[in-house]
């Protein structure tokens, strides 16, 4: 694809899709500390269910709204508090089960790590490799939940960049944006990298793709 035309495109994609899941939750991830940490862990948990994105969305804001937002005040709620809300929140189907692993994940976060992920990236030695394994201990995070972290952790977490996952590299290779991490980061400043890979994924989850070529030729 021609420098301009795939310019266009990136254009389109970031206008209509660039926005990161921590964004539209009002995580503040850049700030890199406990609490952003741990909503984003919990986000991680919800977006990988087998569940419409929105729907994890809506339970993500209603946990929040809550005031459930660091491991302490989740661990000072019960099962059946956390059920309520996912249940009367999108989240029906996999309500039990979730309020479940978020009672084990803050349990185990606040034993091993005193309530702090940054303890955990530490004690990886702030090695992805060592992070993915030590994140994975947590109940209901798998390689999905993984990535999904990665994604918006990237902007906090150096090591971590660029990551993209196969979901959102095999989005950019159907618009012609590249295949790997390092091609789509030279396309943008750092700071817009998680939005990018962030909007790929919103993309193909849309099935918009004819929608943002769409948009890029009429810019063209």
Known sequence: MAR????QMLGALLDRYGQTYAAELGIEIEKNTPSPLFMLLCASLLYSARIRADAATQALKALFAEGWTTPQKMADTTWEERVKVLNANGYARYDE??????????DL????YGGD????REAAERDPSKERRLLKEFKGIGDVGVNIFFREAQLA????YPFADKASLNAAKRLGLGETPEKLAEMVDREDFPRLVAGLVRMHLADAYDDITAVAAAQG
Not at 109 to 112: G, N, T
Not at 117 to 120: A, I, K, T
Request: aromatic letters at 4%; zero cysteines.
């Open 4 to 7: 301009d035309a795939q310019k």
């Open 97 to 106: 089960s979730t309020s479940r692993m978020l009672g084990d994940t803050v």
């Open 109 to 112: 976060l606040l034993s091993e």
């Open 117 to 120: 992920l940054r303890r955990l």
């Open 157 to 160: 977490w150096p090591e971590l």
